[in-house]
């Protein structure tokens, strides 16, 4: 890969995969409002005619399976070939591919729906204007696309995974309207925004949009 924080950000997943596997184990059980988003996102691919979604970086695909239970036909692509094999041993049922949202293999138009959770926090500034220009390529026309990420106006650098193992990856915090401005420059639509324990120390935030 020729951009170094995407080389050291799929090597970190690698390398950590079991730890960070472990640890979002059982998460959403305990995320009320997350649910509530995912099943507001799953309702919208109904209304919108139903099809594939893609759950970009979808890690061990936890989030996959949550909507696949939900009734969307969902499938998960991550960068890191550890995690998606994770994937696919805890959820033989539900396919899982290695790829990068840079640069989805997906035809245009191909997708009801995306779903790109606690994903794009490791896409730095200059590269998140063509990561949304990529969800709205691959999404077809009126398609609803969910993004989640942690609030705030700073970078945090990981040297150490939930192993104890060595990383090396850059977690981007940032406020609703920037990620809302980069996804109407790509040409959505936003439907809502939610932001979580907006008086705590880490807030976070999924915003809802739909394709043009």
């Not at 995690?83 to 539900?94: E, F, G």
């Not at 309207?177 to 999924?206: H, K, N, Y």
Request: glycine share 10%.
């Amino acid at each position: 890969m020729s951009d170094a924080w995407l080389s050291d950000t799929r090597r970190s997943y690698d390398e950590d995969a079991p730890g960070y596997a472990e640890k979002v184990d059982g998460l959403l059980a305990q995320q009320p409002y997350v649910r509530a988003a995912l099943a507001l996102f799953a309702e919208s691919v109904e209304r919108s005619g139903r099809g594939p979604v893609a759950d970009v970086g979808c890690g061990p695909g936890y989030v996959t399976r949550h909507l696949s239970d939900l009734g969307a036909e969902a499938f998960g692509i991550d960068l890191s070939p550890e995690m998606v094999a994770i994937a696919r041993r805890d959820h033989p049922d539900l396919r899982f591919e290695v790829g990068s949202m840079t640069d989805l293999d997906l035809e245009s138009g191909s997708v009801a729906g995306v779903v790109a959770f606690w994903s794009v926090i490791h896409i730095p500034d200059h590269a998140v204007p063509g990561v949304f220009a990529e969800f709205r390529r691959v999404l077809r026309p009126g398609g609803p696309l969910l993004v989640g990420f942690h609030v705030g106006d700073d970078v945090q650098h990981s040297s150490q995974g939930y192993t104890g193992r060595p990383i090396s990856v850059d977690t981007h915090r940032r406020r609703p309207s920037q990620i809302e401005g980069w996804l109407r420059d790509a040409g959505f639509a936003i439907d809502a925004t939610l932001v979580m324990r907006p008086d705590g120390d880490r807030p976070e935030a999924v915003v809802l949009a739909t394709n043009g």
